[in-house]
Each structure stands twice: as structure tokens, then as C-alpha cells.
């Protein structure tokens, strides 16, 4: 029970946003670009300016990569087996390779964890917005009848806000610039902010899914691959990473989130059956009310690295 108390928090926030959607029908583009454009660059700032660059980042972002190209062969192997199409087997790519670390993952290591595990969380984030933004335009791109070149790609790469709040911060950092503590404040504040609202967006993108026939084949194998297979694949990396404790838990504890709600922007933008992302994102958070308990008991009482 008190394991489920820890991710309680979040659900209640995703909660809040479902029936906030419902009841009230916002505009959840405009607050999802507010979020994106005004409030997570001042997250990823303060993140890189406070907490000091080491090898360790290094090492972050390079397992990530690993544990991603892990998770397509694994998906790619499986999707031949059930004799997946292109698009199905774009679905299923955008759903098991793409964790919800930004607005379930880095909540709920700081439940976990505590602050040192959100910092490593929101770091982890950062090289998720990267791959999302880069590999996922591809997947989605794949198994879509539009097509997308490298150059607009890198464009997208480019326009993403949260690079540049982590580069100045870095920069910034490596350079000694210290910064008055009103203004740290002050973008601490925005920054902080963004994590309560895109959890709210969550549970709003959640209210919009509509009742639909799906083939549990690929509903079914994208919830093992990213719920089982996903941590399974992370704890085996992180017993080769040569860093701290915390990091291994944060690095498994967000391979074992759930669907990234950005997978369902993906498929409506590349016209990939955004209901099934959108479904497959709806169950997997719901498993996880489940799962990501018993993966925060197994670090508290197994792990051992």
C-alpha cells in the first residue's frame, strides 16, 4: 500500500486532467506549446546550471541510446514474427521504444527518490526529447503515406526549446557565470511549474481517446516490451554503467514508465492510427498503477548493481 501511495500523487494529478478535459474542453495544443515553448527550457536550465557535469552524462545519454536501439530490434523481431504491416509495426516502434519520462517518469522518481533522483530524472528527459524528436519522426514517418526528409528532421531537432535551456545551462555552468539567487528563483518557479502541467496534460490527452476495436496482438505486445522487457533490457545496462546508485534506479525506473503521451502528437501529425498510440498509451498507464510499485519495491529491496 505504501508503495502505491508513491505514484498516488501522480494519478491524481492525471486525474484531475481527465475530468478537467471532460468537463470543461480545453485547447490542449495551446497548453501543450505553452508547457513546451514557456515553461520546460527553464526546467532543463536550472537542472544543467545547478547540478555540476561529469562523466556521468556521458554515460546517461550513451545507455539510452543502447537501451533504444535494444528496444526496436526487440520490436522490429517481433513485429516479423506476427506479420505486423509498415504502419502496425510504426505503432508499435513510437509505443515500446518511447517511455513517458517527462510527465510520469521524473514525478515520480522524486516521490521515489528524492530531488538528487528528479535532477538525473529531468537529465534522462532532455536525451528523450532528443530521440523522440529524431528517431521517432522516423518511425512515425515509416509507417505513414507522408514522408519526411533529413533535413526536416533536423529542423524539428533544431526548433526543440528544452536543447537549448539545457545548452545555456551547461554553458553557463562550464563558463562560472553565477547568476543572482532571485533570478534562480525565478526560474526555478517557472520551471517547476511545467512538471504539475504536463502531468495535467497527460490526463487530458487521456480524455480524448475514443471508445474503438484495436488488435489486442499489438495493444499486447507493445505492453510487454515496454512495461517487462523495458526494465529488464535497462537493469542489465545499468550493471555495466559505472555510475552511482541513484542514477541506475532513475535510469530503470523510466524504462519502466508507460507509453510517452508525444508518440500520439507523432501519429496524428504522420496520420500513424493515432487511436491505437493513443490506446496502447491509455493501458500502459493504467498497468503502471501496478507495475511501477513492484519496480520501486524490486530497486528498494533486490537491486544490487
Sequence with gaps: MELILIVLPAFLIFGIGF?????LKLNIKT???????LMSPFLTFSTFYKNRLNIEYFYMFLFTILLVILLIVVTFLVGKIIKADKTDLSVMLLGSVFPNSGNYGAP??????????????VIIMVFHSFIINSIGIFIAAFGSEKSTTVKEALQRVVRMPVLYGACLGMLMQVLHIKLPSTIIDGVSLVGSASIPTVMLLLGMQLAEIKPQVFAMRYVSTVTLIRMIISPLLAAVLVSFMPVNETIKYVYILLAAMPVAAN???LAIQFDVKPNLVSFNTLVTTLISLFTIPF????LNNFASF
Design 19 to 23: 475530468i478537467g478535459q471532460k468537463v
Design 31 to 37: 497548453i501543450s506549446t505553452m508547457s513546451l515553448y
Design 108 to 121: 515520480v522518481a522524486l516521490f521515489a527518490f528524492g530531488v538528487l533522483a528528479f535532477d538525473y530524472a
Design 263 to 265: 508518440t500520439t502528437m
Design 295 to 298: 519496480a520501486i519495491y524490486c
